[in-house]
C-alpha cells in the first residue's frame, strides 16, 4: 500500500532545511512514499550533458532512512529551455500547423528523434543512477501522456502507419469512402493529418488519426521504458493516466485500452468537482440552479475507479494523484469539506486501489500551481484542518494493511461497455444529432449508474475484451461494433449470458462504413430486431414508453417512462416487445424488445431514457444473475454506498447529512479503528466514512 504523494523538492534547494521538515511532516502524516523527478529535467541536466544527480540522491537517501519508497519519474513531461532552442523540431505543431514556442508542458513530439534521443539519454541516466537503490520501487513514466503533434515528422510516421495498415491505396480509398466528394488519394504523400484549415470531414481519416496518435504515443511511452528497463529490468513501470471526460478538450483522446495492456501497474490521477451542483464537469457548464449531488458524482468517480482496475486486467491499481483539498485548475477551485477527502481516498480503495497518492505534499511558493491543494500549506502546519485529515487517513490504511484488502481483487460478474474508437467515430459523426446530447460518455456513465447505486460490482470492457466471464453486459450506444466483437457477443448469449444494447448500436463497423445489412448489423440475429429510422427529439421535446396493452412479459411490469434525445424505429423479428412508444406517428411501436438466443437473453433499449428504467431492468437482471447476493440485509438511507474488498466493509457518505445505518443482525463486524464489535445501529456524519471489519 502506497501512501504519498507529489514531492518536488528541486523548487526547494536553495533552503536544505526544507527537506528535514518535509520529513519529520511526512512521518507525522503517516506518509509511505513519495514521487519524484517528474519535471525535474531542469535541475537533472541545466545544460546539455551537464547531469546533477547528488540533490535527488541526496533526497532519496533520507526518504529511504525515513522508510518512505520512492516512484521515480521520467522527466519527459517538461523540457529545459536549452532543448528546445536547440532542437526546435521537439515542440509540437497544431493541426493548424503552427509550431508552439517554448512554453507550458505535455507539449512534446513524440515522434522527434532528437527528443527521443535526449529523453533516452536522461532516463538511462536516471536508471545508471537509482535503478539500484532500495529506495525506488516503481517506475512513473513521463506525466499525463497526451495531446498530438502535426509536424512532419508526424505525417511521414502517420502515412508510414498507413502503409502498414492497408498496403494499398485502394484498400485505404475504401475504407474512407473516398470516393464521396472526390477523395480519391493517388499517393501516399497527399495523406494529411485533419486540420480546421484542411481535411476535416472524411471520418475514416480522423478515425485512423485518432489510432496514429494512440500508436505514437504509446511507441514513445514503450521507448522510455526500454531505457530504463535495459538497465534493470526488475522494476515496475507506470504511467498515470487521466480520467475521461465528456469534455474532449479535457481528454487526453488516447485509447487507453491500448496503452493499458503494456503497463506493469495502471495508475491513474483524479480530480472530480465534488460540491459542485448537478453532477457535470464544470467544464460542461454545470446548472448552478441544480441541487449539489454528491452521490452522483461519487458514481461518475466510481466508474473511474472501474475503467483503471479493468485497464490493468482486474489487478489493483494505484491512485496517483488527487487532491486533498482543492483544484486549482478547475474553474472554482472549492475546498473538499470535512471528511470528504477521507471519502473519496477510501472509495479508491474500495474500488481496487493499492494506494492513494497525492497531488502534492508542498504548495509552491510561485507560479502556476501556487494555490492547488497540497498536504502542506505555505504556512507548513501540521494543526491546518487539511494536514490533520490526511494524517488520519494515513493511521487508517496502517490499519487496513491487516485486512486482507490490498492486493485483492474485485470479481465482477456485470460489465459495461466503453470504448474509446467507439467514442471517437460516434462524436465524430454527422447527424442524427450534432448538439451537446449526442453525449456517449455521459450515457455510458447515466447506465453504470443504474448498476452502481444498486450495490453491484462492474468491470468495464470494450471491444477486444473476453465476454464469457460475465453474466450480464451492457452496450450503451455501441455505434462502431466490429464483427468479430459482435460475434463474441453473440456467443455469450448464447451460452447464457444477459446483454443489453440501447439506440445506436451496431451501425458501423471499424472503417466507420455503415452496415449493408442496416442495423443493428452483426447483432441483427442475436437481437431479434432491425431498425429501420431514428428520431431525434428537439431539446425540449419529449415522447414515453409503456408496457403494451397486451400485457407484462418477461416477468416486468413497466411504469410509463420519459424519453428525449434519441427515439429509433424498431422492427422486430423474433424479439418480443415489452414496451412501446406512447406519441408521435411511431405511437404504439416497440420501443423495448427481448429476444431469447441460445441459452441467453438480449435486450435492446431503443430511446433515450430517465435513470429510473435502467435501474428497474438491470436491478431484475442484477438479482436474477445473483450479482446482488453481497448486499443482502443492507438497507442504506440515500445518499450511502457500500462496497466490499478483502475483508472490509467501506460504508460512505456522500451526503451532507449525519447518517444512520443499520448493521444486518446476521453479520459480525468490528470497527477497523478499534478492536470493538460493531452491531446494531452505525451513526455517519456527513461525508464520512465507517471501514468495518469483517470478524
Ligand atoms: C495533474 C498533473 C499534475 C498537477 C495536477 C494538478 O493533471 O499530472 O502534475 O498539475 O494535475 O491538479
Redo the contacts with the bound molecule.
Sequence with gaps: MYYGC?YNPEQWLHEPAALDRDITLMKKANINSATLG?FSWSSLEPEENQFRFDWLRSVIDRLYAAEIAVILGTPSGARPHWLAAKYPEVLRVNARREQQLFGDRHNHCYTSPAYRTRIGIINRRLAEEFAAHPAVELWHLS??YGGECHCENCQKAFREYLENRYETLDALNYAWWNTFWSKNISSWDQIESPSPIGEGSVHGLNLDWRRFVTHQTKDFMLYERDCLKEVNPDIPFTT?L?MSSEDSSMDPGLNYWQLARELDVVSW?S?PSWHLPGYKMLALESDPTEAVDDYRRASEVAFQHDLFRSLGGGKPFLLM?S?PSN???QPISKLKKPGMNITSSLQAVAHGSDSVQY?QWRKSRGSF?KF?GAVVSHRESAEDRVFSEAAELGAKLNKLESAQVFGSRISAGAALYFDWENRWAFEDSKGPRNDSRKAYVETVKAHYYALWSQGADIDIVHSGSDFSVYKLIIVPMGYLMPEDTAARLASFVEAGGNLITTYFTGMVNESDLCYSNGTPGPLTEVLGIEVSEIDPLYPGERNSMKTPASGVSAGLKLPEYSLRDYCELIRPQTAEVLAEYGADFYAGSPALTRNSYGRGQAFHIAARSEDSLHIELYRKLLEECDLLDHCHGWNLPAGIDIRFRGDAVFIMNYSADNQVIEIPEDRAYRYLHEQLDCSGRLELPAYATEVLIKE
Design positions: 507529489d517528474m506525466n499525463e498515470n487521466m490521477d480530480y494523484e487532491t483544484t486549482n485548475w497531488f500551481e492547488h
